[in-house]
């Protein structure tokens, strides 16, 4: 074993790009009907947003690390499109189906067609091909067949 350090492959993500990433949320506040962005105050009473607002009860989404092709930050609820399928952006466990077993992480769940309707992928860095088309609660049109 050489006590040279290694050089990355200039095709892996540095580390540091992953660990390192915006860690940006927002929220739905259902009685506003709206998105609210903001950065976490955590307090003996829960997390709080800078104006004080509780956000315990409301669904929480983060920002994944990537853009679409437009440069729009992906979320958790986003509703994302490419030229053949529809997707909603989560984070969790899915099946892998390359790996044929589960695994831990983002993913985008089909939408769209029904034969494909249990698909999930994978989140890939290569996001030039997604476009943010909208989120599960400003657009649940989207969710149905077809929207």
Same mark, same amino acid.
């Given at each position: 074993?050489?006590?040279?350090?290694? !050089?990355?492959?200039?095709? $892996?993500?540095?580390?540091?790009?992953?660990?390192? %990433?915006?860690?940006?949320?927002?929220? *739905?506040?259902?009685? %506003?009907?709206?998105?609210?962005?903001?950065? /976490?105050?955590?307090?003996? !009473?829960?997390?709080?947003?800078?104006?004080?607002?509780?956000? #315990?009860?409301?669904?929480?989404?983060?920002?994944?690390? /990537?853009?679409?092709?437009?440069? @729009?930050?992906?979320?958790?609820?986003? @509703?994302?499109? #490419?030229?053949? &399928?529809?997707?909603?952006?989560?984070?969790? +466990?899915?099946?892998?189906? /390359?790996? #044929?077993?589960?695994?831990?992480? *983002?993913?985008?769940?089909? @939408?769209?067609?029904?034969?494909?309707?249990? &698909? !999930?992928?994978?989140?890939?860095?290569?996001?030039? !091909?997604?476009?943010? @088309?909208?989120?599960?609660?400003?657009?649940? +049109?989207?969710? $149905?067949?077809?929207?």
């Amino acid at each position: 074993m050489s006590d040279k350090e290694e !050089q990355p492959n200039s095709e $892996q993500v540095p580390l540091e790009t992953i660990v390192n %990433r915006p860690m940006d949320f927002r929220v *739905w506040d259902d009685r %506003r009907k709206e998105l609210l962005h903001f950065k /976490l105050h955590d307090t003996d !009473q829960g997390y709080h947003i800078e104006h004080g607002v509780s956000i #315990d009860e409301m669904p929480t989404m983060q920002f994944c690390g /990537l853009k679409d092709k437009h440069g @729009i930050k992906i979320f958790a609820g986003d @509703i994302v499109a #490419d030229s053949e &399928m529809t997707y909603v952006v989560k984070f969790g +466990e899915y099946d892998d189906s /390359l790996l #044929d077993d589960l695994a831990f992480g *983002w993913f985008m769940e089909n @939408i769209e067609d029904d034969v494909y309707k249990a &698909m !999930q992928f994978v989140l890939y860095a290569n996001t030039d !091909q997604l476009e943010v @088309i909208g989120n599960v609660y400003e657009n649940p +049109e989207l969710l $149905q067949k077809g929207g």
